[in-house]
C-alpha cells in the first residue's frame, strides 16, 4: 500500500514523502492516526502543500525544543542498583525509570516513548538519545553503579584532578608515576 504521509513518522519518513507500507500498518495505524492518507492522484497533487506545511511547523517545534535539547544535552543521570560480581543487575534502569529522573533533576518531561534505548541490565555508563523531534535528538550520559560503592561524578573527579597537582607536594606527584613502572616489570617477569 503506499501512503502520502501528512505527518513525520520515526523511522519511516518526513510529511510529504510517498512511502510503500504494509496494508495492515498502513490501513490500522497510519491512516486512522491521521499520519497519512492513500497515494491517490488526487492527493499526490497535494505534496508540495504539505511539504511546505509540515517544514514551517518543524521549524516552529524545532525553535520551541532547543532551549529542553540545551538542558537536556550532557545531562548526566547516576542509578545505584543491587548487581552481581559480574556486573549484571538484579533488575534493570527502565525508560520510564529514565523518564522520572529527567523530570526530578532537570525538571524536563519526557515520554518513555522519545527514549531510545533498551533496558540497561549491567553496570558501567551509557549514552541514552532522547527523541524530542525529528531534527533534535539530546544525548544524556547514566551511570549505573553498584549499590554500596562510591559514585564519583564528573563535577567531582574534575576539581580533583587540577588539586593534586597544586598542592606544595610537587616531589610526590614524579614519584607517583615512578611507582606503577617497576609494577608494569615485575608483571612482565
Do not use: C, W
Amino acid at each position: 500500500m503506499k501512503v502520502l504521509l501528512l505527518k513525520d513518522v520515526y523511522k519511516l519518513g518526513r510529511a510529504g514523502d510517498i512511502k510503500k507500507v504494509a496494508d495492515g500498518y498502513g490501513r490500522n495505524y497510519l491512516i486512522p492516526q491521521a499520519m497519512a492518507v492513500l497515494a491517490t492522484p488526487g492527493a499526490l497533487k497535494q505534496v508540495e502543500h504539505i511539504k511546505a506545511r509540515a517544514t514551517v511547523q518543524r521549524s516552529i517545534l524545532n525553535k520551541e525544543m532547543d532551549a529542553v535539547a540545551q538542558r537536556l544535552n550532557g545531562a548526566i543521570l547516576n542509578y545505584t542498583m543491587k548487581a552481581s560480581e559480574t556486573g549484571k543487575l538484579y533488575g534493570s534502569v527502565t525508560n520510564q525509570m529514565l523518564a522520572e529522573s529527567l523530570k526530578e533533576k532537570l525538571g524536563v518531561e519526557v515520554s518513555r516513548r522519545q527514549i531510545d534505548v533498551q533496558p540497561i541490565r549491567t553496570l558501567g555508563e551509557f549514552k541514552v538519545n532522547i527523541r524530542l523531534t525529528v531534527d533534535l535528538i539530546p544525548s544524556v550520559k547514566v551511570f549505573v553503579y553498584r549499590e554500596g560503592e562510591a559514585i564519583v561524578t564528573q563535577t567531582e573527579a574534575a576539581p580533583a584532578a587540577p588539586a593534586a597537582p597544586a598542592t606544595p607536594a610537587a616531589p610526590a606527584a614524579p614519584a607517583t608515576p615512578a611507582a606503577p613502572a617497576p609494577e608494569s616489570e615485575d608483571t612482565g617477569s
